[in-house]
Nanobody
Framework: VQLQASGGGLVQAGGSLRLSCAAS????????MAWFRQAPGKEREVIAT????????YYTASVKGRFTISRDNAKNTVYLQMNSLKPGDTAVYYC??????????????????WGQGTQVTVSS
């Protein structure tokens, strides 16, 4: 599985960005996907996860109501729509895949494959 994340950038507080993660290699539609982020000096944390069919999603409390995770299995792509961005959202964002699990997974150790990361910077 290879993951390619894109869509990061610099945005003012209150703005929006949409991240994309294109997957290749194995059957994308059969496994769980997630977005994590890591701010300078902090541990990598889960932001949102989605099951193989998109029937189940999970959001960490700090982004609930502002971020939306989705997937297009026909395009082998998972998205993260980020609205009402805050300076505290500044981080490198990573997409991750667990090919052996269809349901949502919220632990970093549950993901075997990672994208290269895309920088999101929110200015005040």
């Amino acid at each position: 599985v290879q993951l390619q994340a894109s869509g990061g950038g610099l945005v003012q507080a209150g703005g929006s960005l949409r991240l994309s993660c294109a997957a290749s290699g194995r059957t994308f539609s059969s496994y769980a996907m997630a977005w994590f982020r890591q701010a300078p000096g902090k541990e990598r944390e889960v932001i949102a996860t989605i099951s193989w069919s998109a029937s189940s999603t999970y959001y960490t409390a700090s982004v609930k109501g502002r971020f939306t995770i989705s997937r297009d299995n026909a395009k082998n792509t998972v998205y993260l729509q980020m609205n009402s961005l805050k300076p505290g959202d500044t981080a490198v964002y990573y997409c991750a895949a667990n090919p052996n699990r269809r349901t949502i997974a919220t632990m970093l150790a549950e993901y075997d494959y990672w994208g290269q990361g895309t920088q999101v910077t929110v200015s005040s």
